[in-house]
């Protein structure tokens, strides 16, 4: 007889034989296998066991592996003030604004929605280089921290911005905002990791969290090449109902998920699973991936809107 075998999920505790699944590593090209259990309760995947040597499964390019980054950006005041005029605009109605939409980035539309304005303390939380916070920057705002394990350039303490090279034990502060933009299925804890941004919280501050879903139609399609599983760096990738919980036992709760199919990394899926073993997804450029997601655009937004898609933002506040 084959006893089934029980692991307890890092999230909510449940202890049961919960499926196991394998994902080969493609993004990097060493197409090692890695197992994933999936929380029979909260719906968590999760790599079990968590492998003793993840540094090794990093590289210095890895993040340029999988995105484009722009040039470092410079302060301009036609920006400060352009984002000033939307932040500080009254709650017109949507309609109204709907002309506005595309001149402004999707970032201030979010900060306008959650109070966000260019004076409030923003903490960039994995900052990875910091192309946000210097994005943010050249749009006028001024109170911007940004800390990071693997940040590589020097430390920054400039008028405006601080950039320094560590985890939250360097926090002293309370923020407005905190960003974890593709932060949190990379950590080995992540509840630990709430708890304490929880506690660097304002009474009225919010934690954003962007991260891939698990139980989306991404997932259900690519399996394995879904570019968004990206073993072994992805620890835990969330469900809602993770996250909700995740939230709850740090003293938190989920005010809002914003659902997003993402830029281009469904192509990437795509290609990846025609070819998992090519690389071909990373062989293409920006311009080609931007052209490729066009004709599938409706579509994407149809898997947004009914809740379906890869990734999400989740508006976390104090409980
Ligand atoms: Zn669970």
């Known amino acids: 007889m084959i ?3 029980i692991t307890k999920c890092r999230i909510c505790g449940c202890e049961a034989s919960h499926p196991v699944y394998i994902a080969q590593e493609t993004i990097m090209g060493s197409f090692e296998r890695f197992g994933y259990f999936k929380c029979l309760e909260c719906g968590c995947l999760q790599i079990d066991p968590i492998p003793t040597d993840l540094a090794r499964h990093y590289s210095a390019n890895y993040q340029s592996k999988i995105l484009e980054f722009g040039t470092l950006a410079k302060k301009s005041l036609f920006k400060k003030y352009l984002a000033w005029f939307l932040l500080f605009m009254g709650n017109k109605k949507e309609s109204s604004l709907e002309i506005l939409r595309k001149l402004f980035p999707g970032f201030l539309w979010q900060f306008k929605e959650l109070g966000i304005h260019q004076h409030s303390k923003i903490l960039d939380y994995g900052c990875g280089k910091a192309q946000f916070l210097f ?32 985890d939250y034990s360097q926090l002293r502060d309370q923020f407005d905002l905190i960003v974890l933009n593709h932060v949190i299925e990379h950590l080995e804890k992540p509840l630990d990791v709430l708890k304490i941004l929880r506690d660097h919280l304002k009474e009225n501050g919010v934690i954003l969290v962007n991260t891939p879903l698990v139980d989306s139609y991404g997932w259900r399609k690519f399996g394995n090449a879904w570019a968004m599983w990206d073993p072994p760096r992805h620890l835990h990738i969330f469900s809602v109902k993770s996250m909700a919980l995740a939230a709850k036992k740090c003293g938190l709760k989920v005010e809002k998920v914003k659902y997003d199919s993402g830029k281009n990394l469904w192509t990437t899926s795509q290609l990846f699973s025609m070819n998992p ?3 071909s997804g990373l062989a293409i450029s920006q311009k080609e991936l931007t052209k490729r997601q066009k004709p599938m655009n409706k579509f994407l937004r149809m898997i947004e809107a009914i809740g379906d898609s890869d990734m999400a933002s989740f508006y976390l506040r104090i409980n």
């Open 3 to 5: 006893l089934p075998n």
């Open 135 to 166: 994005r943010l920057y050249s749009w006028g705002f001024e109170n911007l921290y940004g800390l990071d394990p693997y940040w590589q350039g020097p430390e920054i303490e400039t008028k405006g911005m601080v950039i320094k090279k560590g």
């Open 277 to 279: 073993e090519s690389q």
